[in-house]
């Protein structure tokens, strides 16, 4: 690991943000306490933004922050540090209009080249986004697109309607050439950052309850009606394994997923109640994945190939125990781009004890209806 390391940030804006606004403050903090306790001395530099790309580039600076995953071609992002939710703000008598021609933007910021890639022209360029509310209560602009929280820090009080767009996840861009020189360093960075900012992938209030919603007015009837027979039938076909035979199964499991096929994948892939899971995953375009597992975690079905075969020793079964729904936090799925939570039911068939763990694409699920806030 590095003995030390030079990260340089956006400025003036980005000075400016770590001395008012909490949002940076905290990807600051968090940056610094994963630095600390990896050991590594940190030397913060504040630069004009195209200036700490270009340093970056030439391997002048060792990372920069904050970044959008893939923002700078050759550097390497980290997982997200921050994650910034883009919600349309307007008042509520625009949209019973239909009118919404005066748009406003912060300039220079990811939210202007995300509405210029989508042929959305600003009418009103604000210089932060506390000028840019401030033309919004003045009636400068019918609408604006900005970060949720840095709306609601800077104002308390409901600003107009809102809904939601999107997730942006905010990264740590390292250099190639400190990655090179240092291979572990992405994965202790990526591996210590929930243990500074715990909060970084937790899901708000009001998204958990929409999730809850979902599971309920989409899923429960189904295994609690239509599916429930077929179910009771395979759990009395099942027994769970011994620890000794579960070992076995997951090298045997992990050892398949290196193929392209196997007897026990196809066994649990490939099986009855596993096409059930399927059609329901195709009908239901926001489940990523269906899993159903005995009562210890070990697979009995799944709609996708997973990359374990004994679900038991994570959270989402391990929670059960005590409680008997799970929520997970929020997992950035940076080969296909995704949000997921994963959501873990205790349920029962002819008394038997079965676990459905459902992999829900949460940004897919918040963009189908109003995210009740």
Same mark, same amino acid.
Not at 119 to 130: C, E, F, G, N, S
């Given at each position: 690991?590095?003995?030390?390391?030079?990260?340089?940030?956006?400025?003036?804006?980005?000075?400016?943000?770590?001395?008012?606004?909490?949002?940076?403050?905290?990807?600051?903090?968090?940056?610094?306490?994963?630095?600390?306790?990896?050991?590594? +001395?940190?030397? #913060? &530099?504040? !630069?004009?933004? /195209? @200036?700490?790309?270009?340093? *970056?580039?030439?391997?002048?600076?060792? %990372?920069?922050?904050?970044?959008?995953?893939?923002?700078?071609?050759?550097?390497?992002?980290?997982?997200?540090?921050?994650?910034?939710?883009?919600?349309?703000?307007?008042?509520?008598?625009?949209?019973?209009?239909?009118?919404?021609?005066?748009?406003?933007?912060?300039?220079?910021?990811?939210?202007?080249?995300?509405?210029? +890639?989508?042929? #959305? &022209?600003? !009418?009103?360029? /604000? @210089?932060?986004?506390?000028? *840019?509310?401030?033309?919004?209560?003045? %009636?400068?602009?019918?609408?604006?697109?900005?970060?949720?929280?840095?709306?609601?820090?800077?104002?308390?009080?409901?600003?107009?309607?809102?809904?939601?767009?999107?997730?942006?996840?905010?990264?740590?861009?390292?250099?190639?050439?400190?990655?090179?020189?240092?291979?572990?360093?992405?994965?202790?960075?990526?591996?210590?950052?929930?243990?500074?900012?715990?909060?970084?992938? /937790?899901?708000?209030?009001?998204?958990?309850?929409?999730?809850?919603?979902?599971?309920?007015?989409?899923?429960?009837?189904?295994?609690?009606?239509?599916?429930?027979?077929?179910?009771?039938?395979?759990?009395?076909?099942?027994?769970?394994?011994?620890?000794?035979?579960?070992?076995?199964?997951?090298?045997?499991?992990?050892?398949?997923?290196?193929?392209?096929?196997?007897?026990?994948?196809?066994?649990?892939?490939?099986?009855?109640?596993?096409?059930?899971?399927?059609?329901?995953?195709?009908?239901?375009?926001?489940?990523?994945?269906?899993?159903?597992?005995?009562?210890?975690?070990?697979?009995?079905?799944?709609?996708?190939?997973?990359?374990?075969?004994?679900?038991?020793?994570?959270?989402?079964?391990?929670?059960?125990?005590?409680?008997?729904?799970?929520?997970?936090?929020?997992?950035?799925?940076?080969?296909?781009?995704?949000?997921?939570?994963?959501?873990?039911?205790?349920?029962?068939?002819?008394?038997?004890?079965?676990?459905?763990?459902?992999?829900?694409?949460?940004?897919?699920?918040?963009?189908?209806?109003?995210?009740?806030?």
């Amino acid at each position: 690991m590095p003995s030390q390391l030079t990260l340089a940030t956006q400025s003036p804006s980005a000075l400016q943000y770590v001395l008012s606004e909490e949002q940076d403050k905290r990807a600051v903090n968090t940056i610094g306490c994963i630095m600390n306790k990896l050991d590594i +001395d940190l030397e #913060l &530099l504040m !630069l004009p933004w /195209a @200036r700490a790309k270009r340093e *970056l580039n030439e391997g002048k600076v060792d %990372g920069v922050f904050l970044t959008s995953p893939d923002e700078i071609a050759g550097g390497i992002s980290s997982s997200p540090i921050l994650l910034e939710k883009w919600f349309l703000f307007q008042r509520k008598s625009v949209v019973e209009q239909g009118a919404r021609d005066r748009l406003g933007v912060v300039r220079g910021s990811d939210i202007e080249n995300w509405l210029l +890639d989508n042929q #959305l &022209l600003p !009418l009103i360029k /604000a @210089r932060d986004t506390a000028q *840019l509310v401030q033309q919004f209560e003045a %009636g400068r602009i019918d609408y604006f697109v900005a970060d949720d929280s840095q709306v609601r820090f800077l104002f308390k009080a409901p600003v107009g309607h809102r809904e939601f767009l999107r997730y942006v996840p905010k990264t740590l861009t390292f250099s190639a050439a400190v990655v090179q020189r240092f291979p572990d360093l992405q994965e202790q960075f990526n591996a210590t950052i929930d243990k500074c900012d715990p909060q970084v992938r /937790a899901l708000s209030d009001s998204e958990r309850q929409q999730v809850k919603d979902f599971i309920t007015e989409h899923l429960l009837h189904r295994f609690n009606g239509t599916l429930q027979p077929m179910i009771e039938q395979w759990l009395l076909r099942v027994k769970e394994a011994s620890p000794d035979m579960l070992e076995k199964l997951e090298a045997q499991w992990q050892a398949e997923l290196q193929g392209t096929s196997g007897a026990l994948i196809k066994q649990i892939v490939h099986n009855g109640l596993a096409q059930k899971l399927r059609d329901i995953q195709q009908e239901l375009s926001v489940i990523a994945e269906l899993m159903l597992t005995q009562q210890n975690g070990e697979l009995i079905a799944a709609s996708v190939v997973t990359s374990d075969y004994w679900q038991g020793d994570e959270l989402k079964v391990q929670a059960l125990s005590y409680q008997p729904l799970y929520i997970s936090s929020l997992h950035y799925d940076a080969s296909t781009r995704q949000f997921l939570t994963h959501v873990s039911l205790a349920l029962s068939a002819n008394g038997q004890r079965y676990i459905l763990i459902v992999g829900v694409r949460l940004e897919q699920l918040l963009k189908q209806g109003a995210l009740r806030l």
